[in-house]
């Protein structure tokens, strides 16, 4: 089975990001870049579905080519090689999902595994989408992926509000993937020793002929409001006074 | 001047610092406390490679320079001492042996196993009666028509009860000194190879410290490792590259107790405002970071110099030096910021604290690389 797999570089979760003055947008300067962690769960499956079955895991990502070092920690981690569409930060989910089609028609995988959602702006929406630019069918926040009818299809349970939903879809399909799938690997030393020699195969977006005109436009930056901070009350009378009148919880 | 890792490099030290924030440091308390052998997790660094980090990938390893393999040893020190160590004797002592100065035979037989962690090294030098005067060593190996006897004991020997692997050296002709001393291997359970005493320590607690006893130990003339009687000169060559893993090691532990003691300083409060606010403790911070800064240029500057192949037993015996003495003044220092808390083992100052002391005294105590550096200094070399 060939699986391509789409990943995202997202600012280091346990680091602190700053906003920029102007409110325009993150200061990404020695800030370290890591794989969004649910890509890292979607290498991973692929990774198992290949160790299972045999076949070829593809990476692939859209932005700029400073990228190529979370490709490269997909590829230690075990992936075959990896398409780059060098690009700026600024395309929106509907462009990125353009540009993606346009690796997966030419790569013709029986499937896309990605994460369900990057952790730097929590869109969820361009596995989607995607699947809507192929015509393919899709299955979201997967928990488990099973392979039926000789590949041709596959059961793929979800994580939706208050359970476990399991669909089946036709292969070639689109699985974005939740927290709960399985547990990446770490890297091994020999591991990133070899992904030094895979192929990361760079593509200019232009060449690419995908209409990218932001059809979102990000109107401003602003950090979560400042906790208040907690204080003593003395009594359970004031607690309760409290939680009705400035919590409003009761 | 370069100062900077590679991509590859990068990626390993990002590795695992995940890997010791996930795996290592939440446990090393307990490991401590209980001074139980971390297998698990041994085996689990086994399978990611760190077990045969500078062997070649023709005999099973991952094939990576010095420098790697320090920054590997300093970010496990980070999250526990006694795993660091267990890397580093591993690596430096044992395998590195075999793999210098080991015949093709043996690197083939005992390397694959040791690289990918199925089997542990342990490398025997020191004895009851023989520590930095290693020429007064007392185990002997007699030949017997082309077979060897083995007879004598070994101490403070690091994986000692847990080792698949032996690497022992042994007087195999007194008259010559220097030159007749022997190493040979052998693997765990061969007959007349025992395991003594365990010892307690100090610190270092879950790294296996044990004495060995040979008695009448048989091997073949294929056991021997490098010549008979290359044994000493051969070891004196080997120690001078696990000096620059103890020197990434004390600096592991260093930088370790140090973050502990800065997150600590930010939310300790007294007289109303965090204690890290105070000039008296950083102070502290600035001579900790700055010494833990010096010794992190000295050990991989004496890492590069060991991947390029120029001379590097004078950089690395200052590197061991330096290194192992700022991580004992750092880690007293985290100890004393953390106060009443740093005396308890509440918190993990002291454990840092009692695992640097190991790494002024194991492989050539902090007098003995003075001696080094002093001769080398002197002899103009």
Not at chain 1, 72 to 99: F, H, I, Q, W, Y
């Amino acid at each position: 089975m060939k699986i391509l797999v789409a990943i995202k570089p997202v600012p280091n979760p346990d680091e602190k990001v700053k906003i920029k003055g102007d409110g325009s947008g993150i200061v990404l300067d020695n800030i370290k870049m890591v794989v969004n962690p649910f890509c890292e769960i979607a290498v991973e499956e692929a990774l198992r579905i290949k160790e299972k079955q045999g076949g070829e895991v593809v990476v692939m990502m859209v932005g700029p080519k400073v990228g190529e070092q979370q490709v490269r920690t997909a590829l230690a981690m075990g992936a075959d090689r990896a398409v780059l569409v060098e690009a700026g930060t600024d395309l929106d989910s509907l462009a990125v999902a353009k540009v993606l089609a346009k690796v997966v028609e030419s790569e013709k995988p029986d499937m896309v595994l990605m994460g369900k959602q990057a952790v730097d702006d929590d869109n969820n929406q361009v596995g989607q989408i995607l699947a809507a630019v192929l015509g393919w069918p899709q299955a979201t926040f997967a928990s488990k992926v099973e392979f039926l009818a000789d590949n041709r299809k596959a059961n793929v349970t979800r994580e939706v509000d208050g359970g476990l939903e399991t669909i089946e879809v036709t292969l070639p399909a689109v699985v974005t993937t939740d927290l709960r799938l399985n547990e990446p690997r770490y890297a091994s030393l020999p591991g990133i020793m070899k992904a030094k020699k895979k192929e990361v195969k760079v593509l200019e977006l232009s060449s690419l002929g995908v209409d990218t005109a932001p059809r979102v436009k990000v109107l401003g930056y602003a950090p979560p409001k400042q906790r208040a901070g907690g204080g003593r009350v003395a009594s359970v009378q004031e607690l309760v006074e409290k939680l009705k009148n400035e919590a409003k919880v009761l | 001047m370069e100062f900077a890792f590679s991509p590859e490099q990068e990626a390993l030290r990002d590795m695992l610092r995940t890997f010791v924030a996930k795996e290592v440091r939440p446990k090393a308390h307990t490991w401590d406390t209980t001074g139980e052998f971390p297998g698990e997790t041994v085996a689990r660094l086994g399978g990611l490679g760190i077990l045969g980090a500078m062997v070649p990938e023709e005999y099973g390893g991952s094939g990576m320079d010095t420098v790697s393999y320090a920054l590997a040893v300093e970010e496990i020190g980070k999250g526990d001492g006694s795993l660091g160590l267990t890397v580093a004797s591993h690596n430096s002592l044992c395998v590195s042996h075999i793999l210098s100065f080991g015949s093709e035979e043996i690197k083939r037989r005992y390397l694959p196993d040791l690289a990918s962690g199925r089997k542990l090294g342990a490398w025997g030098l020191t004895e009851p009666g023989s520590g930095s005067d290693s020429l007064s060593m007392r185990t002997r190996a007699e030949r017997k028509g082309d077979r060897w006897v083995i007879n004598g004991s070994k101490m403070f020997i690091t994986q000692g009860s847990v080792a698949g692997v032996y690497v022992i050296l042994a007087v195999t002709d007194k008259e010559k000194g220097k030159d007749g001393i022997t190493a040979f291997v052998a693997p765990s359970g061969a007959k007349g190879l025992s395991v003594g005493r365990k010892l307690h320590k100090l610190g270092m607690c879950s790294s296996d410290t044990a004495e060995l006893v040979f008695e009448d130990l048989e091997v073949g003339p294929e056991a021997v490792v490098g010549r008979v009687n290359s044994g000493f000169r051969d070891t004196m060559k080997n120690l001078a590259g696990g000096r620059i893993s103890i020197a990434a090691l004390s600096m592991g532990i260093g930088l370790g107790a140090m973050q502990e003691a800065l997150a600590y300083a930010r939310e300790r409060t007294q007289f109303g405002r965090p204690i890290a606010d105070f000039q008296a403790i950083q102070w502290m911070f600035a001579e900790m970071a700055t010494e833990l800064e010096a010794a992190e240029l000295m050990t991989f500057r004496a890492a590069a110099l060991k991947d390029s192949g120029r001379p590097y037993v004078q950089e690395a015996a200052m590197a061991k030096l330096f290194a192992s003495e700022a991580a004992m003044r750092g880690t007293i220092k985290a100890v004393q910021i953390f106060g009443g808390y740093g005396y308890t083992q509440e918190y993990p100052a002291e454990r840092y604290m009692r695992d640097a002391k190991l790494c002024e005294i194991g492989e050539g105590t902090s007098e003995v690389q003075r001696i080094i550096i002093a001769r080398n200094l002197i002899r103009g070399r």
